[in-house]
């Protein structure tokens, strides 16, 4: 019911709906303790089985997360905790609206180096790092930082399918990559929609518009490219994540934790997807009727 009027608010009342969320967030940092850094670390590798070693791509809202030690810390302690032998991936497109409204109303839809994330300050702060690698995507370009940050970025642009066989959030399951959430829910997890964009037409539900966008892109030498791809339909944006994990995959699949009314949680990719294909061919999915 909650969902329900905060999508009805979002969609009817759009400043009122952001006006109530930003009193809703200071009455709730008001209301529970802050977390340290040592609990913060600790969640990160007890409760979210993060460790040496691990690819891992993140989730976060650093306005959901009331800590006593800086936000800037954080992407510092998941380096620490994955160490030199792991990989940090962070969402890192360029809009927060519609894919398809984006490319209609942007000549330049997309530049490597220069398009700005949409996704949040680390994720920001990691494209303007010289260590990092952006995938060359317009609508669904992915950040990493660490070993495999160049291989599981790289190609990216050659599949229409956002989220395809050469889209990092397919080729990072090769190293059984976890994905993570630090101040969301799985609502915010965009590798669920990896499943629909491999099964293509055998998925049970229709999840891309038919037409192919061709989008001018700038790459990491300036030149203009036309890269094309695929976008969300608009009859897919009834969706229910949450509700569909409550159903379908348990906590031995993803873990989910609220902490002093902070959300985590932790899945592992290879296996998550897996689930979700099975589910799919019993025409259960994330989307509502």
């Known amino acids: ?9 979002s969609s009817v009342f759009p400043s009122a709906h952001i006006f109530i969320k930003k009193k809703y967030n200071f009455f709730k940092k008001k209301y529970h303790s802050q977390l340290s850094k040592n609990e913060f670390i600790a969640i990160i590798k007890n409760d979210l089985k993060i460790e040496a070693g691990d690819v891992i791509f993140v989730h976060s809202s650093m306005r959901k997360l009331y800590l006593d030690f800086s936000k800037g810390e954080i992407l510092s302690i998941l380096k ?30 997309f530049s490597l180096k220069d398009s700005p994330s949409a996704m949040g300050k680390i994720s920001e702060s990691l494209r303007l790092n010289s260590e990092t690698f952006r995938s060359f995507h317009p609508t669904n370009s992915v950040i990493a930082i660490g070993l495999r940050a160049q291989e599981l970025t790289s190609g990216h642009e050659e599949d229409i399918f956002p989220c395809g066989i050469q889209s990092p959030f397919y080729k990072m399951m090769k190293y059984h990559a976890k994905v993570i959430g630090i101040g969301v829910t799985v609502d915010n997890l965009t590798f669920v929609h990896t499943v629909e964009d491999v099964l293509k037409e055998k998925f049970p539900i229709k999840t891309r518009m038919d ?11 300036g030149n203009e490219k036309i890269i094309k791809t695929l976008v969300a339909s ?4 009834n969706r229910d994540v949450t509700g569909f994990f409550n159903r379908e995959i348990s906590q031995n699949f993803c873990v989910r934790k609220k902490i002093k009314g902070m959300d985590f ?4 990719t290879a296996s998550i997807f897996e689930k979700v294909k099975d589910c799919a061919f019993q025409n259960k999915t994330i989307y509502l009727d």
């Open 265 to 268: 949680f932790s899945l592992e």
């Open 234 to 237: 608009k009859a897919v944006s």
């Open 211 to 221: 037409k192919i966008f061709e989008c001018n892109c700038i790459d990491k030498d």
């Open 1 to 9: 019911m909650i969902k329900l009027i905060d999508k009805f608010l």
């Open 80 to 109: 620490g905790i994955v160490g030199k032998e792991g990989t940090i991936l962070f969402p890192c497109w360029q809009f927060n609206i519609r894919a398809e409204d984006y490319i209609i109303n942007n000549e330049i839809v």
